[in-house]
């Protein structure tokens, strides 16, 4: 059983739609600009139903298989899938189409296997190039260089719209200990911009979970992905 600290899920739900409004705010951004994207990893059809009734509009799902007798379950609910998590190349076939957004893209052969599918199903599939901002080795996606040069392959692929970046950064105590990282990730989305590559959009940036979304949308974030701040602690 997830803690019910903070109440109900809608309760803690407002609070945070609350605390966005209240960072856009005071970052001088419009309100709205920010979207929520639920991450409802172990979290069952039934309390995802019961955000949705509270106002939640998108979820994000980190595995397949967990997802998608959860997207059957909440079919007809007012509600987009993300895919947020380490997505493989044969699982490809599963996610395109499916999710609104795929936020963790974390190489061009990825994103050409994408296209392939997409191409095939005649849809275009957006999605987001995930960034390793910290540059850790434990975890994957491209490193700010690296995407610097290769991030001009990507106007090839016809069928997937590149909408901008998302990054974790590494695990810290505080808040502010990831703004850097924050900052450093819209900055890259800047200087990508400024190259005007055909087909490549950085208008998303997805960064900020739970203990850091409001620093997050300070630095520009658009789309705050927060489980835990809506659903409580997940027990393994
Ligand atoms: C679980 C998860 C989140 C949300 O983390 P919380 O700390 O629960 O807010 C965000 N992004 C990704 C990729 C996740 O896997």
Redesign the pocket.
Known sequence: MDSQAGGSIGARLRLVFDEIRRAEQASGRPTGSVRLVA?T?MVTADRIREAVAAGLTIA?E?RLQEALPKLETLQGEPIKWHF??QLQRRKVRSVVGVFELI??VTSLELAQEIDRRAEAAGIQQAILLEVNIGGEKTKIGFLPDELERTVAGFETLSHVDVKGLMA?PPLADTAEEARPYFRTLRELAWRLAQRAIPRISMEDLSMG???DYQVAIEEGATLV?????IFGA?HV
């Open positions: 991450a990893k994000g980190n947020i998590g936020h963790s974790i979970m739970s203990n992905r927060v489980g835990r701040a997940r």
